[in-house]
Each structure stands twice: as C-alpha cells, then as structure tokens.
C-alpha cells in the first residue's frame, strides 16, 4: 500500500491551468525528490494531494484512503506538511514550537504525553536544535528556524512528509544532515516527497525523482535516468556537468546557461 | 492673488456704506418701539410672544415649538420660525433681534456688524430676575404696561408663597436631570425649591448651578422629596439614570415629584406655576409626618 | 516543568490584582461609606440601611460586575484577533468593531426599538459588531499585513463614527447630541443591574466560543497552511474567532460604549509572560484586560469625582502611546 497515490490530479487556480492530470505515488521507505523550475507547479502538486489547494480533478489518497474521507486530524496524522513559507508569527519558545507537531495527537488542552515529549526531543535532535530549545524562535538566524521548523514537521512523526523546498537556506552541513534524515526515516519505512532546486542533493539522496515542467510531469525515474544533460538542457535551459565516475555516486553540477 | 485684490477692492466700498446706513439707522431705531422683531433664543421667544403688540414679533426661534422646553409650545405654533443663523436672520431685514447672552457669539457679532440692533437677555436665576427680565423686554418693545403688569401679578404671587409660615423641621428635596445633574444655588431650580419652601439637598452639600450629584451620594443623602426633571419624547441615554432601579426604589418610600422642563428652562412667570406642584408635595411629606406622629 | 508553574503563577496573581481592583470598585465612591458598612450592606443587607443596601448592590455591584466583564471582553477578543490575524496592531477599538457595535446600539436606543423591546439594545450592537469583523477580516484577506488591518479598521471606525454623529444629531433630543462622547469613549457611570442582566449572557457565550479558538490559534503561529495541515480547521477558528468577538465586543459596547486600546495593550503586555503563546495569552489577557478596565474605572471615579470623566480618557491615556511606539517597532522589524 503506498503512502500517496495521485491519480489524474488537474488544479485550476483561477484562469491558469497549473497541473494536469499528474500522477505520482510514494510508497514506504521512498524518498522522492520532485523537481522543476520556478513555476512548474511543485508547491500547488504537493498543496493539492493534502487537500489545502482546491482540485479540479482527480483521485488523491493517503495510506489507502480517500483524502476527501479522511477528517483533518485523521490527514494530519498520516501526512506532515512543511510548506516553504517559514512562517513563525509570535516569539514562542523553539520546544513549544516544535511541540506544535504533536497538536494531531491531543485534544483539548491536555499536557503533553511521555510520547509527545519523546518525540519533540528526537525531532530536535536530528535538526540540531536541542541546544536552542529555550531561545524564541524569531530570534533564530533563517537557518536554524528553517531546522527548528523542519523538527516541527519532523515531531508530528507521520508516515509520509511533504516537504517544499526544506534545504533552501541551509548551510551545505545542514543540508546533508537534513538528507540523510530524510534517509533514516525511509529505512523506518516512512516517506519522503521533497520539492528540490539543488539538483545535487536530488541526484545524490533521492531514490526516484520527478521532473514536473509546466504542470506535466515529464519523466520519473531513478535519478540517473532523469538527470541528463540533455533533459535538463531542455527543461532548465541550464549546461550541466553529470558524472557517475568518481565513486560517489551521481554528481549534478549546473555550470552554466545554454546558448540558445 | 490679483484676482483677490481686485475683488476686495470691488467689495469695500459696498460694505463701507452698508455700515454707514446702519449707524444712522441704530441712531433712528433706539427712541421709537421697533416694529419687526425677531427673536432667536427659546426665553426672549416666550417673553416677547407674551408682551409683543400683534404683529410686532415677526419670527422667533425653532425650539420654542418643542413640547418638553417651552411653556408657550402652542402659541408658537402661530409664528414663523427662524434657524436663527445670521443669514436667516437678515433676510427678514429685522429691526431688532432678541438673543440670550448664551446665543452664539458668533451669530450676534455678525449681525451687529450687519447693522441690526441686538438685545441680549441674560438666563434669569431667581424670580427677581425674572421680574426684571420682564420688565426690559416691555422697555426694548415698547411695552412697559403689558410687562409691569405681568411682573407685580408674578411677585404677589411669589411673595404669598414666601409668606406662608413653615410647619416642623425642614422638608430635604434634590432635584435630579438627566446625566446625574443637579441644581445648586445660581440655578432657577433652586430658586424654586426655596420659593416652595424645601431645603435644596444640592445647595446644603456646596454644589452650586450645574452640578453633577452621584447617584449613590444622593440616595445616602436620603432627601423627603426626590424631584425629577420630565422627559423629553425620543430617548437618550442621559435620562436612562432617571429609570435606574435604585432611583424606583427610593420613590417608593419618599415623595417624589416630577417638574416639567419647560417650567424651568427659561425663567418665565410659568415657572410660578411648577413652584405650586412642589409646594402641594412638601405640603404632602407634612401631612405623612403630623399623621406618623399622631 | 517549570513553564506550567510560571503560566500557573501567573494567572493566580493576575486573578489576585483582578479580585483586589474588583473589591476596591466595590469600595471606593463619592459616598465615603466605611468598608465594614459597605460589605455588610452588601452582603448581608439589614435594616435601617435601606440606603447603603441600595448603593451597594444597585450602584456599585453592576458598575463592578460590568467592568469586570467588559474588560475582560476586550482583552480575550484583542488577544484572539491578534492571534488569528498575526497581528499585534489588531484590537477591537482600532479595528472598528467597537465603533460599529457601538453604531448598533445607538441605532436600537434612539429610535426607541430598545425601549419596547430591551433585547434590541446587545442584538443591534452585537450587529453592528458582527458586521466590522466581517468587513475588516474580508479586507485584510488571508494574510493581512498589518497596515492592510489598520487602514481596513480605520475606513470602518471613521464610517461608523460619523453615522454614530448623524444619527444623534437627527434625534430631538437635546440629550442625545451630547451623547456622542459616550459612545465614543465609552463609561460606567450609572450602570445598573439591568445592564448586567442584558450584556452578561452574551459576554459570556462569546467568551467560551473565543476561548474554544485557543488551541487553533496556537497552530496558526506557523501560518495557514502548516495549521491547516496540522488538522486545524480554519474555517472553525474563525467562525469562532468572528462570533466571538461579536458576541463579546457586541454586549459590552451595548452597555459601556466603545472603549478603546485595552484590547492592544493588555495582550501585548502580557505576551513575554506567556511565552508569546497565543492559547496561553487568553486567559491572561482576559484577566488583564478586567484589571486594566476595573483600575480605569476607579481612575475615573477618583481623578474627577464630579466630572463624569469618560473611561476612553484614561484608556486612550494609557494605550494612544503605546500604539505609538507598537507601529514603531513593527516597522523596525518589518524592514
């Protein structure tokens, strides 16, 4: 069964057309890295399979089930959401803030459980920022709001992530370590759908990538099929140097833009 | 900046002789009776509609229509009514206008300046005031008999109350309006309070005119007779603290009285009148006191 | 831990300053009565002191009762409109949703729709309330950025105000002309249990309706979507957050008049104190603005006695300032 199935998905935001008839699943231990230039409908593909982007046509559903028959606590526990606006509007404490991952668990206003509180500890101390537990988050340099944001995501411990664009901002260190956490919770059996401008990281980490270009997804593969000089020559407009041969797996390293 | 010169230019000469024949006229008007009068404050309105000769008064004010402010709401209804703006004014070519001392500055300063001759008449506080309010207005119309008689038929009339002999301790009465205001001494409210022969609760706490008493000091202050002002027709929230429900209960347990604003918003000889009501309910608290003692 | 015990804390000692000023309402008046007097005339009654019975619970029980509570509105609805728009600038007086509630209720009195039917009076303010809100939330959008809230409310208020004028001005009433400085600055004076009975209820539903937002509000510190994804329905917050503040603002207005900054100052005070939790902030602030709204009051009674002194006066005294150096530093920290 697999974490996310989109079938057919149109979204209509206004007059314009952003996607047509994508399909994509993800299924258990997969990450996936979703890619496109600036437009390309990444942000409203991933808004519209948690339903917070209005559908004009197809099949979504999270762990088996419709997302229209699921209530929004039921979604939120199946499904984190880290959008790429990162927003934090009060000067609230970085634990209170990551705490807020655990609000599809509780009800009323009831202290954390033992469990809430395990997992608010682990999710910060996989983003690094247990030792800014205590510091109000808008006091945070823009990366580490974007980890402490990411840990927010992290503690709402659901079975599939979407995440857009979470290594924008984030020192190369910072990158690697949010990478590979994406890995370990695929070894956990969790997904990943991360939308990714640094082509690098897609090639490297991702075990599939999806190449979405003006609402269509051109091709989907293992990274190494969809990332050729070639392909991203004609979607980017981008020279790319893509190597294989270094022992470290793919390398993507734009170098320039193409004369055309 | 041209365009202002050349108009100002235009207009001085105009204005010059427009002042010139004014003078002469005020010079003219001040030994005759004036014979189109227009009077633009509710009290010179009802003074003038009473001692006017027919025809003499050619328009008064507005207000002096409204029920709950004027004693002569009726009679009004048998004048023409101004705004009571220069401009209004003006247009009826008055050759004297009767104001009060509260009428806008503004609207008697551009009427003198106009030419027309202005009278001021100041709020009466007492009964003598009023006498003698009356008595000026028969001097600026012409009518000095209409206005003495109307002044020595008031002071009989207010020296006959005064004369009468006070039985017992004193009867504690407040007068209480709309806001929480109350009436001191320098107020025509007082005034009839003593001519009724009650200790005014405001005057003997210090507070003089217009003054704010609160409700609870009032109510402490237990007074024999709690006078209220009458209401007017549309509601406000000002004579709300007339229906608050302490205010029911103490009408329940004390004389209670209610005057009508008309009687006491302009010092008239139908002030007289709301001084009888008041009497009739000291006279009443006596009454209760000789038969609670019997 | 020790966050809880703060918060705890907290609350217990803005109970404690809540419960003093409510006493101290209860005790101080132009009367001068002796404590010992008062509180037994107000508890006990008795006879022979009709008259202290009277002022007790007739006079200064409501006007007490009724600061309480409209403080407390106006410190809940400020803290959850700022809240929900991400905005500290937000509060029910800036907005306009006190001006309009207060067009209601000037709309039911003088046309004497209050007199024949006294329900008229918080319905119509509450209104008028519900309007603002309406206008001001469809002004700003989803993401209303601070000067997009304030011009909205600015618009509102000034409407409201000025047909708040026309329609006492229209009234043949000599009273009413007057009564606009009411309306617009607010007051307690001569309040009676009769106010108490028809704003309380309202006051009291829209409290627990605000208070159910809490929670949604605190998801909402990371903006819309991340709220919604966390399983927040936000078309839930803010039917609450909507009502609420009608229902809230609405009664209070309806029986003191538009009373202005207590919903800024109170919530932004207390924010550090609650570690910027907006959950956290509605009961304090609710506290708070009950404290602020209670200490005003006895302000007014005690600076002039026999002025009639409006509580806007003292309020705007205290907030005007503050709204001053809050537009400052969200401008710092905007650019």
């Not at chain 1, 984190?80 to 934090?88: C, G, K, N, T, V």
């Not at chain 2, 005057?259 to 006596?286: D, F, H, K, M, N």
């Not at chain 3, 991340?226 to 603002?249: C, D, E, K, P, Q």
Request: glycine share 10%; with cysteine; charged share 15%.
């Amino acid at each position: 069964m697999s974490l996310l199935d989109v079938q057919n998905l149109s979204v209509r935001l206004g007059r314009t057309d952003v996607l047509h008839s994508v399909s994509i699943t993800i299924a258990p231990g997969e990450v996936v890295g979703l890619i496109g230039p600036n437009g390309a409908g990444k942000t409203t593909l991933m808004r519209a399979a948690l339903g917070l982007a209005p559908r004009t046509g197809g099949d979504v559903a999270i762990s088996g089930e419709a997302l229209d028959s699921l209530t929004p606590g039921e979604r939120a526990r199946r499904v984190a959401w880290l959008p790429q606006e990162r927003e934090i509007a009060w000067p609230i404490a970085v634990r209170r803030l990551v705490a807020l991952g655990r609000a599809p668990y509780r009800t009323g206003f009831e202290a954390l459980s033992a469990e809430d509180q395990r997992a608010i500890m682990q999710a910060m101390e996989q983003t690094g920022v247990t030792h800014l537990a205590d510091r109000p988050a808008t006091a945070l340099s823009g990366g580490e709001r974007a980890r402490v944001l990411i840990a927010r995501a992290l503690a709402q411990a659901a079975p599939l992530l979407l995440a857009d664009e979470p290594t924008a901002g984030l020192d190369p260190g910072h990158q690697i370590d949010l990478m590979q956490t994406f890995r370990g919770m695929a070894g956990n059996g969790q997904g990943v759908l991360a939308s990714l401008h640094d082509l690098g990281l897609a090639a490297r980490w991702c075990d599939r990538v999806v190449l979405l270009y003006a609402g269509r997804i051109v091709v989907e593969g293992a990274p190494s099929e969809v990332l050729t000089p070639d392909r991203l020559r004609a979607v980017y407009g981008i020279e790319a140097l893509v190597r294989t041969d270094d022992g470290q797996g793919l390398t993507v390293l734009p170098v320039g833009r193409s004369g055309v | 900046m041209l365009w202002l010169r050349s108009k100002t230019a235009r207009f001085l000469p105009g204005r010059f002789l427009l002042v010139l024949l004014s003078l002469c006229g005020l010079a003219g008007t001040s030994w005759a009776a004036p014979a189109r009068v227009v009077s633009v404050n509710l009290c010179t309105d009802q003074m003038a509609m009473m001692i006017a000769a027919p025809g003499q008064l050619r328009a008064i004010s507005i207000l002096a229509r409204d029920k709950r402010s004027s004693a002569m709401a009726a009679a009004a209804e048998l004048y023409p009514v101004t705004s009571g703006q220069a401009e209004d004014v003006f247009r009826l070519d008055p050759d004297l206008v009767l104001a009060g001392t509260y009428t806008t500055a503004v609207t008697v300063q551009m009427l003198t300046r106009l030419g027309v001759r202005v009278e001021l008449f100041e709020p009466a506080t007492s009964f003598a005031a009023i006498a003698a309010n009356l008595r000026r207005m028969g001097q600026v119309l012409g009518r000095e008999a209409v206005a003495e008689q109307l002044a020595v038929e008031m002071e009989t009339a207010v020296a006959a109350l005064s004369s009468g002999p006070s039985a017992g301790p004193a009867v504690r009465a407040v007068f209480l309006d709309a806001n929480s205001y109350t009436a001191g001494p320098g107020n025509l409210v007082h005034a009839m309070l003593q001519t009724a022969g009650l200790e005014n609760i405001a005057a003997s706490r210090g507070l003089l005119g217009t003054a704010r008493l609160p409700l609870e000091v009032l109510l402490l202050a237990k007074p024999d007779i709690l006078i209220t002002a009458s209401r007017f027709d549309a509601p406000s929230v000002g004579e709300a603290v007339l229906d608050h429900p302490a205010l029911a209960e103490l009408r329940h347990r004390t004389g209670a009285a209610v005057i009508a604003g008309q009687s006491y918003t302009c010092g008239l000889p139908q002030t007289l009148a709301a001084v009888q009501a008041l009497v009739a309910a000291r006279e009443a608290v006596q009454a209760r006191r000789l038969s609670a003692r019997d | 831990m020790t966050e809880d015990r703060r918060f705890a804390l907290l609350l217990t000692g803005l109970s404690l300053v809540t419960l003093g000023l409510f006493a101290a309402s209860l005790l101080i008046g132009p009367a001068g009565l002796r404590i010992g007097e008062s509180l037994n005339a107000l508890l006990f009654g008795g006879a022979g002191h009709e008259a202290t019975v009277l002022v007790m619970r007739e006079i200064r029980l409501p006007r007490a009762i009724l600061g309480l509570m409209v403080g407390a509105s106006l410190g809940l609805s400020g803290a959850v409109l700022q809240g929900y728009l991400r905005n500290p600038l937000a509060e029910p007086g800036l907005i306009g949703i006190s001006g309009s509630a207060s067009l209601g209720a000037v709309l039911a009195i003088y046309t004497g729709m209050a007199a024949a039917l006294p329900l008229a009076l918080p319905l119509m303010a509450l209104a008028g309330a519900l309007l603002a809100v309406l206008v001001v939330f469809a002004i700003a959008g989803r993401r209303g950025g601070s000067l997009t809230v304030i011009l909205a409310g600015i618009a509102v208020s000034s409407l409201a105000g000025a047909l708040v004028s026309l329609a006492l001005n229209l009234s043949p009433n000599p009273f009413a002309a007057l009564e606009i400085v009411f309306w617009m600055l607010g007051s307690l004076a001569d309040r009676s249990m009769q106010h108490v009975g028809l704003a309380a209820p309202f006051m009291l539903v829209g409290w627990l309706l605000l208070a159910g937002a809490g929670r949604g509000l605190d998801a909402l510190t990371l903006g819309e979507d991340a709220a919604a994804a966390l399983g927040v329905r936000l078309g839930r917050v803010r039917l609450l957050a909507v009502v609420g503040t009608a229902l809230a603002v609405g009664a209070a207005t309806a029986v003191a008049g538009a009373i202005g900054f207590v919903g800024l100052v109170v919530p932004h005070l207390l924010r550090p104190l609650v570690g910027a939790q907006p959950s956290r902030l509605l009961p304090a602030s609710a506290l708070g603005g009950a404290a602020l709204l209670l200490a005003s009051d006895l302000a007014v009674r005690l600076i002039a006695p026999d002025r009639d002194l409006k509580l806007g006066v003292v309020t705007a005294l205290v907030g005007a300032p503050f709204f001053v150096w809050l537009v400052l530093k969200t401008r710092r920290e905007t650019l």
